[in-house]
């Protein structure tokens, strides 16, 4: 079983579960909910790698995709004290963070081969996180169903890397 990929996995899971069961889809449980992720990303990738005796994670697949949610989460934090529109913050937080989730991706893709599980589930974080940033930048669909998709394409993540977690590495 991959860990880091399970951890990662209930942390896409926990804030799908905090955006679905909220009552109340506005730009505050947004910057929440990136903040959240934001945290539990990066306890679960520590997390592992600090329970991790054989050395056995590889560098690019821990450190990198890390860049954007800490990023995201500390200027998410900033934002909740700055007197800025929330759900704007939102949407440009949700951006930056998919955008760093599709070029970390790419990297990791590239650097293990595309061909490699390891790619492949790269290159699928990187298709849906491009899905993503088009709805969160390009299309202006509203409150509501912005922050749903978030919730959304966390749901998503959290099944393809809780599945690709207890893949059997071939």
């Given at each position: 079983?991959?860990?880091?990929?399970?951890?990662?996995?209930?942390?896409?899971?926990?804030v799908?579960?905090?955006?679905?069961f909220?009552?109340?889809?506005?730009?505050?449980?947004?910057i929440?909910?990136?903040?959240?992720?934001?945290?539990?990303?990066?306890?679960?990738?520590l997390?592992?790698?600090?329970?991790?005796?054989?050395?056995?994670?590889?560098s690019?697949?821990l450190?990198?995709?890390?860049?954007?949610?800490?990023?995201?989460?500390?200027?998410?934090?900033?934002?909740?004290?700055?007197?800025?529109?929330?759900?704007?913050?939102?949407?440009?937080?949700?951006?930056?963070?998919?955008?760093?989730?599709?070029?970390?991706?790419?990297?990791?893709?590239?650097?293990v081969?595309?061909?490699t599980?390891?790619?492949?589930?790269?290159v699928?974080?990187?298709?849906?996180?491009?899905?993503?940033?088009?709805?969160?930048i390009?299309?202006?669909?509203?409150?509501?169903?912005?922050i749903?998709?978030?919730g959304?394409?966390?749901?998503?993540?959290?099944?393809?890397?809780?599945?690709?977690?207890?893949?059997?590495k071939?």
């Amino acid at each position: 079983m991959n860990w880091l990929l399970a951890t990662r996995a209930v942390s896409h899971a926990t804030v799908a579960a905090v955006i679905t069961f909220n009552q109340v889809h506005n730009g505050a449980l947004g910057i929440t909910s990136l903040a959240l992720f934001g945290v539990l990303y990066f306890a679960a990738s520590l997390g592992t790698h600090l329970l991790d005796k054989r050395n056995r994670l590889t560098s690019p697949s821990l450190g990198l995709p890390l860049i954007a949610p800490i990023l995201v989460a500390t200027l998410a934090v900033i934002s909740t004290t700055a007197n800025v529109n929330q759900l704007l913050a939102f949407r440009w937080l949700t951006a930056l963070l998919m955008l760093g989730f599709v070029i970390s991706e790419l990297v990791v893709a590239k650097k293990v081969g595309r061909k490699t599980l390891q790619g492949r589930e790269a290159v699928i974080t990187a298709v849906a996180s491009i899905i993503m940033l088009g709805l969160a930048i390009g299309i202006d669909v509203g409150e509501v169903p912005l922050i749903g998709f978030f919730g959304a394409f966390n749901a998503i993540l959290a099944v393809h890397l809780g599945i690709s977690s207890a893949t059997p590495k071939k």
